[in-house]
């Protein structure tokens, strides 16, 4: 009568979820970290956001949860935010699960279809896998879907192959086939794959050819340009509406988008396509790489020209003048320059750009300075941020990054001091002989489980029977992994050697008797630094929230050893 009882709950409940079109969902991400690349595609914040997005669109869909295995194998199920997971969906408050791929929530195949296939559609849950285009309500729960996955991405090869095909062709038929038309031209409306000169923009264009041939520099084409309240190229094909970013709403003129129009062959009346190309029909890699200028496609006469070859040559010496008395300058002046070694950490807080290292000539006296390109390059109504002096900006980096290894190592010593105390060493080894029994229950667990999936191999056990003990022993084994991680982290705080942070302690072990900043250092210690024209500094550490954790924990420990003082 038990089991009868069971299904006709059961039958109950699955009549409940149908009728419901709401589902509270739990938004599940996993990574594990194979290698730097994968885990910068990847990541977790990708995946949630990928998620979010995807729950958005439908109004059936509430997020009840976000849960996060990272740096955690996909090849068990021994994961403490998935063991929370099911815990809520055997609660009740969850009948919904989306993940990114079918690969997140697991790579062991055995188990992953034993889950997709048996164990969720027992409790009534559905399941999405988004980019797998998989789901539970609308798919038959088989893992062949993985086949099919194959079958999808060898047919999007192909479509690559021959959509890149069909663009080469056009090329070599003297066609424009790009996205949006250079500054200075328009696309024909009677005739998207061709170009034609823009009224407003291209005088602007054969203006900017004859400055510099007339002996006018970079730098000054591009203040006269934004002195005459002249649209730069983003804010011109923002009006246009051609992009929608407010970053382009008042972009300017600059000595790179000078030189930019001035070495672009289109303005000769030329298409130059197949400058790139893509191997995803071959490898699979999205993305696209430079192709030899030799095979470059180069149909000359393609549309009017805003130039005339002799102006455009004249042009291309100014080039080829400046680039020679580089050259000069990079050989008998080479030992004189220097390289900054805050180079992608350091920005202006005023304007948002970079910051470079230059030298500056005061009585025949060269210092280095890190300035503001704008500021430096043109004026302060482009940006107000003046330079820093090297020694001053450096001194002041090493002795942060030398008091945050110091604040660490004295938190560490602070709590091993405590550490020593008895009450702390009667905690540690209460905590580790916790552990070993948590340990071995789970192992006995998953040895049950095996046993039971042999038993239900074989036929002595019935599919309702098997699902019904897998679920009992998976939910002990579950709510023991989450006491497990819960019993580690508490038993580290009480560790006679406790470490704290094991980045931290890397870097403090190779960077300690450093007194000189470099580029190395700079790289291990500082994600960023923004420095503001009324002299104060924002530093952002890597790792700082490790760092934060290690302080509260020896604040913490410290007030509770006070505690026990009194």
Known sequence: MARKSRKQN?????????????????LYARISVENEKKRESDSIGNQIQMLRDFVSEDPDMTVFDIYCDDDISGTDFVRPEFARMMNDIRDGKVNCIVVKDLSRLGRNGIETGEYIEMVFPFMQVRFIAITDRFDTKTSQADIGIQLKNLINERYARDISGKICSAMRTMQKQGKFVGGRAPYGYLRDPNDKHRLIPDPEAAPVVHELFEMIANGHTLHYAAVT?????????????????????????????????????????????????????????????????????????????AHEPIVEESLFYKVQEYFTETQKARGFAAKYQCKSRQASIFKGHLRCGECGKAMFLRAKKNHGKKTWWYYCTLHENYNASYCPKKSVKKEDLEATVLRLIQTQMKLFTDAQELIRTLNKRSISKRRFKIYQEQIQETKKKIENYSKMKADLYSDYAIGDLSKTEYLQRIGV????????????????????????????????????EKYSDRNELDEDMIDAFIEEIILFNDGHYEVTFAFHDEMEAVLLQASMRKKEAERYAR
């Not at 939910?475 to 470490?499: C, G, S, T, V």
């Open 473 to 508: 022993y998976a939910e002990k084994a579950d709510n023991l992994q989450i006491f497990l991680k819960e019993l580690e982290k508490e038993a580290e705080k009480y560790a006679p050697e406790y470490r704290g942070s094991e980045k931290w302690l890397q870097m403090i």
């Open 225 to 301: 340009m934004n002195g005459k309240g002249i649209p730069s190229p983003g804010r011109h094909n923002y009006d246009l509406g051609l992009v929608k970013s407010d970053k382009f709403k008042n972009s300017l003129w600059y000595q790179q988008t000078v030189r930019r129009i001035l070495l672009d062959k289109t303005y000769l009346g030329w298409l130059i396509g197949g400058k790139s190309r893509s191997d995803f029909q071959i490898s699979g890699e999205k993305g696209s790489k430079p192709v030899p200028e030799d095979d470059w496609i180069i149909t000359k006469g």
């Open 10 to 26: 059961a039958t109950m409940s699955e009549q409940v979820v149908k009728c419901s079109n709401s589902y509270s969902v739990a």
